[in-house]
């Protein structure tokens, strides 16, 4: 909603102040600057990005129009979820087998639609323990592979901002493509009268401030957003991460959800009695 909202302030301060100033909206109204800056942006981003590149943009274009992807509400059925896995794990490895084999038949996922709803989330976390659980490794070596294995997902998502920041970057340049066309065309009217230069000339810088206005407006803004999404994904892993690697140090279960909460930033963590109290509600609850 606020991506929304701030590109409508966008749009209601650029060309408001215009108009306050005395400005004609109808010549900024220019469909062949519009289709030059814009079917040179599209092309170029179909040179430089494979479709699933393309496809990663706009899923996560339109996540950015949705609310935070990481609340409150997810960390705090995370540390649950991660207290239960660890509490019937310490008891016998092997009972969590079949839970992280198939999450979406699990009664124990089931519990936590937040976070079987996170499907990156949800495979890392599987993935996992499925290692742990088949051939345990050591402390440093689980943490060398989970960490590979965040670098890696996050990589692949991190070409989506970077391609939209890399058109956000040559919007400018492709508005003064669309402003030296514009020149061009003067040139040959240059026989018709003040008025007919005038508007032709004004109507070729309409390129240039398109094409300005588009990058710094709102491609750049969106860029950051998408990665500031990201970041808060690559977090929720990281609070994962913290808990499985204090259960391969043979932690007990809830020291292993200490290490998880410790790792939410303060603003979205939960506090230690909150989660004492939950987790020992859920203790109960499994062993009746």
């Given at each position: 909603m606020l991506v929304i909202v701030g590109a409508f302030i966008v749009i209601g301060a650029v060309f408001?102040?215009?108009?306050?100033?005395?400005?004609?909206?109808?010549?900024?109204?220019?469909?062949?600057?519009?289709?030059?800056?814009?079917?040179?942006?599209?092309?170029?981003?179909?040179?430089?990005?494979?479709?699933?590149?393309?496809k990663m943009i706009i899923s996560q274009a339109l996540g950015t129009l949705k609310g935070p992807k990481v609340t409150r509400e997810h960390y705090t059925e995370l540390l649950l979820l991660l207290f239960e896995l660890c509490k019937n794990a310490k008891a016998n490895p092997l009972s969590i087998e079949a839970h992280v084999e198939k999450p979406h038949e699990s009664e124990i996922f089931k519990r936590y639609p937040k976070v079987l709803e996170n499907h990156h989330a949800l495979d890392f976390l599987c993935d996992s323990l499925k290692v742990q659980i088949s051939s345990p490794m050591s402390p440093f070596d689980f943490e060398d592979l989970m960490d590979k294995d965040i670098a890696a997902a996050h990589q692949e998502e991190h070409n989506a901002p970077s391609t939209v920041t890399r058109i956000g970057d040559a919007m400018p340049g492709l508005g003064i493509v669309a402003a030296v066309l514009g020149v061009v065309l003067t040139m040959g009217k240059l026989t018709q009268g003040k008025e007919v230069i005038g508007h032709s000339v004004a109507s070729a810088l309409v390129g240039t401030f398109l094409g300005i206005l588009m990058s710094y407006g709102f491609l750049q803004p969106l860029a950051a957003k998408m990665e500031l999404n990201l970041g808060l994904e690559a977090k929720f892993m990281e609070v994962i991460k913290a808990g499985l690697l204090?259960?391969?140090?043979?932690?007990?279960?809830?020291?292993?959800?200490?290490?998880?909460?410790?790792?939410?930033?303060?603003?979205?963590?939960?506090?230690?009695?909150?989660?004492?109290?939950?987790?020992?509600?859920?203790?109960?609850k499994a062993a009746a």
């Open positions: 408001g102040g215009y108009l306050i100033e005395g400005g004609k909206l109808a010549v900024l109204i220019q469909p062949i600057e519009f289709l030059i800056i814009g079917g040179a942006a599209a092309g170029s981003l179909l040179i430089s990005a494979p479709i699933p590149l393309i204090a259960y391969s140090k043979n932690c007990s279960p809830k020291v292993c959800v200490e290490f998880s909460r410790r790792t939410i930033s303060p603003e979205l963590r939960p506090s230690f009695a909150e989660v004492d109290q939950l987790t020992s509600s859920a203790g109960k």
